[in-house]
């Protein structure tokens, strides 16, 4: 008898494991099918119409390792209205993980609301919600390079030329006059890149006098304006322009360009990025350094994140800090290194 009744619960264990098994299997997020929906905020942006392509292609490297993967790509042309109904769109046509490069960095809580809903996780890339709201949900991610440290960098390698090269110091006061040309007020990567940067040369011994700043969204044709502006005001005083990104110091190039200034009467300018544009123009010499912003490192990682979050399979290999960042570090590109980041070799 009592053999009988071990026997029983032996095969009702046996049961109950097969069918917890299976309802495992059921899972709907536990699969090798990616539908990943990419919303971008705008693509006529240097940097990011780049770094998109970047990420389609890290996604579709993901068929290597046997995953099947479609990608969408929305672009918002600077409308959070817009962003919004296209992550509806996105998440309808049955998206299974966003990536999502928010207009409005201050107000992303109607998409994680749209996702929360329909159990779609969120990869926010670039430009970075607020701490709080990256906490209104637990699979909400993010992924993007430290502002400060660009900033730092780009401070490094202007007082590195300033130090080597005493003509940059035209007028000879011992001071370097300086503009900045500022990225989108609000973002993280504008204002934080200027304090550092400026912070790094004053650190460095630098004698710095700001002669003006102006605000071009990161805008090459702003930043040309901006710059023309400045120099019918400072004329030849100008001795350094610190852009917060490539297309806004080449703009300033462009200023420079059109007023035909002589060679020596020429300021040095200092971008953050690496576009092609940026590193041609530190390949030329016309940029006297930038600092690269790791697209292909952040696409890669993003890719790995979202496979990891569609198949349930390697989150805890990837690591996070404070459980829902990575951030990918900035480094120097000057004319010395600058091959090793064009063509193929990056
Ligand atoms: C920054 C980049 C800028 C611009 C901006 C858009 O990281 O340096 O060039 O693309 O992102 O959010
Ligand atoms: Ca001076």
Redesign the pocket.
């Given at each position: 008898m009592k053999v009988k009744n071990i026997q029983t619960s032996v095969i009702i264990i046996f049961m109950a494991f097969l069918f917890l098994c299976a309802c495992e299997k059921q899972q709907p997020d536990a699969t090798d099918q990616i539908y990943v929906g990419v919303a971008s905020?705008n693509q006529s942006?240097?940097?990011?119409s780049q770094m998109v392509s970047c990420l389609k292609e890290e996604l579709e490297e993901l068929e290597n390792d046997g995953f099947s993967v479609s990608v969408t790509i929305r672009d918002a042309a600077g409308s959070q209205r817009t962003q919004d109904d296209q992550v509806e769109e996105l998440i309808d046509a049955g998206c299974n993980v966003l990536c999502v490069n928010l207009v409005d960095r201050s107000n992303p809580s109607e998409i994680i609301d749209m996702a929360r809903e329909n159990n779609v996780p969120v990869i926010f890339f670039?430009?970075e919600p607020v701490a709080g709201d990256m906490m209104q949900w637990d699979r909400l991610y993010y992924v993007g390079a430290n502002a400060w440290q660009s900033g730092m960098i780009q401070g490094q390698l202007a007082a590195e030329a300033i130090k080597e090269n005493p003509r940059i110091d035209r007028n000879k006061d011992g001071k370097i006059q300086y503009v900045i040309l500022e990225?989108e007020p609000g973002?993280q990567?504008a204002i934080i890149r200027t304090e550092n940067a400026v912070d790094t040369l004053k650190n460095y011994g630098i004698q710095l006098e700001k002669l003006s700043c102006g605000i071009a969204n990161?805008n090459r044709a702003q930043a040309q304006n901006r710059m023309s502006q400045m120099i019918s005001q400072f004329q030849h005083n100008i001795e350094l322009v610190l852009a917060n990104?490539d297309?806004m110091a080449l703009g300033a190039i462009d200023a420079y360009q059109k007023s035909n200034f002589t060679e020596s009467a020429l300021p040095v300018f200092f971008g953050?990025?690496g576009t092609d544009v940026g590193l041609a123009a530190v390949a030329d010499g016309t940029l006297s350094a930038t600092v690269y912003?790791d697209k292909e490192g952040q696409a890669k990682a993003m890719a790995e994140l979202a496979a990891a979050l569609v198949s349930g399979k390697g989150l805890d290999k990837i690591e996070f800090k404070k459980e829902k960042y990575i951030y990918l570090p900035y480094t120097r590109v000057t004319a010395d290194n600058v091959g090793e980041y064009m063509g193929d070799v990056k």
């Open positions: 905020y942006d240097t940097f990011i670039n430009r990225g973002h990567d990161w990104n297309d953050i990025d912003n």
